[in-house]
């Protein structure tokens, strides 16, 4: 089969796994699509509403953490639960959580308050998937999704949520200035933004209701053993620790600094206005939203576990050179070749785990390697955002994030380069 026959079947197999959704199917894309724009709008100015509520850089780097450990404990009871009491439940649940959250941190600037409703709420300073959702969505999607089409649906699926992270950062950073020029005080002009965040959470909530009982898990056997009980998991154990251990380095070196600090860190160095930053992380998310598709496509020809290697070493590397940069214009320009590469991994990293572990686990095998990530994630920032506010140490976060996510792309390669997931084996004919 020559080059151009297999580019356009790859392209045809793209679109077929697009218009192949069904009306859950295209519920579900218009959650992730809400619930990306709200983290994509609040991730912008999180830190900087933080700091004009007159907090400093610790508290403010203990609140975040706060954030994904609360956001780790809950996910992991509910994602694990979700087969059991109901996935549509767990997702409306998830939503009223966001509102919860964001209505607290609109309403008060009381730390204890902001603390309680960062560790039981669901807010994303990364701007990235927190919370039950992606764990539930994803096993209903892989239920509905023969195995051939799965990674290009999780291709578009990556693809919506980056679409819609770019404009919800956008929408904040226009926002958040007008009100700046209009004449509104700094902590009113980013609250508004907070409040926007809790409207999302609750049109979330209207569209998971109206998702059918069809994206409920099927009914499987008696749990057998006290693991399985409390995790959902049995066979699949194995391999779900192993991926689990490795993803929750990469999320521990992203996590020192996410979107929230990065945009926070050109404020500082930079002195970026709220526009200008919505305008860096919209560009910077439709190029992952781009990627997310050509990880298919690469994926194809090389492999899940290659593409998502391969794509992710010099993502990490244009990461370090970042603050190294000595203008504005030069530090955007690697902070989007970097954006161009660092999303390839995710679609393929979903698909692999869906693929690798058994049918009936995938809700509990996708809940427990999310809730490493968010567990790696949830212990940096309140190390790196007195970094970040620090003029002698604003660049090590940087540092810090891309060497431990090369460390481990190493350690998955070396782990999982053997295999290829059962359904690339069946696509090349091998035993």
Not at 231 to 245: D, F, I, K, M, P
Not at 246 to 261: C, K, N, R, V
């Amino acid at each position: 089969m020559t080059s151009t026959s297999t580019n356009a079947t790859l392209d045809a197999g793209l679109m077929a796994s697009l218009r192949g959704l069904d009306r859950d199917g295209r519920l579900l894309f218009t959650t992730r699509v809400l619930r990306m724009f709200g983290y994509g709008f609040l991730a912008v100015v999180l830190v900087l509403y933080l700091a004009a509520l007159g907090l400093d850089p610790l508290t403010i780097g203990a609140i975040l953490t706060l954030t994904l450990v609360g956001d780790t404990i809950i996910s992991l009871w509910l994602t694990t639960s979700a087969d059991r009491i109901g996935r549509r439940r767990v997702l409306v649940a998830g939503s009223l959580l966001m509102v919860g959250a964001g209505v607290l941190f609109a309403v008060t600037s009381w730390v204890p308050l902001l603390i309680l409703a960062a560790t039981i709420g669901v807010i994303s300073p990364t701007g990235n998937e927190v919370g039950p959702f992606l764990a539930v969505e994803q096993a209903a999607l892989s239920q509905a999704t023969p195995d051939a089409r799965r990674t290009p649906t999780f291709a578009w699926y990556n693809l919506a949520g980056y679409v819609a992270t770019a404009f919800g950062a956008l929408a904040a950073g226009f926002l958040s200035q007008g009100l700046l020029a209009a004449g509104f005080a700094a902590v009113d002009a980013y609250r508004a933004i907070v409040i926007g965040y809790a409207i999302v959470g609750l049109l979330m909530a209207i569209v998971f209701e109206r998702v059918s009982p069809a994206v409920e898990a099927p009914h499987a056997a008696s749990p057998d053993d006290g693991v399985r009980r409390r995790l959902g998991l049995g066979r699949s154990r194995g391999v779900v620790a192993r991926l689990s251990a490795l993803f929750s380095i990469d999320a521990f070196g992203g996590g020192f600094i996410p979107q929230s600090l990065m945009a926070y860190w050109f404020h500082l160095r930079f002195g970026v206005e709220p526009a200008i930053l919505g305008g860096i992380f919209f560009g910077a998310n439709l190029l992952a939203a781009v990627s997310s598709l050509s990880a298919s496509r690469i994926a194809s020809r090389i492999g899940l576990v290659n593409t998502m290697v391969f794509t992710h070493l010099p993502s990490n590397l244009l990461l370090i050179l970042v603050p190294l940069m000595p203008n504005l214009p030069l530090a955007i320009t690697v902070l989007l070749l970097r954006f161009s590469l660092s999303q390839m991994d995710v679609p393929t990293r979903q698909s692999y785990v869906m693929s690798v572990v058994e049918p009936d686990e995938r809700s509990a095998a996708a809940g427990v390697t999310g809730i490493a990530r968010t567990t790696g994630a949830a212990l940096s920032p309140i190390i790196s955002a007195p970094l970040v506010a620090n003029n002698a140490l604003t660049a090590l976060p940087f540092f810090l994030a891309g060497g431990l996510k090369i460390l481990y792309d190493v350690l998955l390669y070396r782990a999982f380069r053997s295999g290829r997931a059962p359904d690339e084996r069946a696509g090349r004919g091998e035993a």
